[in-house]
């Protein structure tokens, strides 16, 4: 519930409320290509695989990341973009010494 500052019910915020701003947050509302990268547990390395999207002249629409739960010292980082085709979004992230393309496909 949402309640001003004499406690008074002004309206309530739902589930679906919450998981409608999750797809907001995450980018879900506008067509783009959701990335899975690997990358190691090192400073720097998500700077590096932002930079190269930026310095390719593409957008980020949303951003991710959990700790890789079978080897800790990686975190998988899940990267919303859009401005470009997939072939040079591939090789572009195929040259990421160090850094692993896990997944590559069209999100709406």
């Known amino acids: 519930m949402v309640m001003d ?6 309206g309530i915020i739902t ?27 090192k400073r720097g390395e998500f700077m590096r695989l932002t930079n190269a999207i930026m310095d390719a002249g593409w957008s980020i629409m949303a951003l991710g990341s959990l700790k890789n739960p ?6 998988d980082v899940l990267v919303k973009v859009r401005g470009c085709e997939k072939e040079e979004l591939e090789q572009m ?9 896990v997944d590559l496909r069209v999100a709406l």
């Open 70 to 75: 079978k080897a800790e010292q990686f975190w």
């Open 15 to 41: 589930e679906t409320d919450l998981l409608i701003e999750l797809q907001n947050l995450l980018g879900a509302n506008s067509q783009g290509w959701r990335v899975t990268m690997r990358v190691p547990d």
């Open 5 to 10: 500052k004499d406690n008074v019910v002004v």
């Open 93 to 101: 992230l195929a040259g990421l010494e160090g850094q692993k393309l």
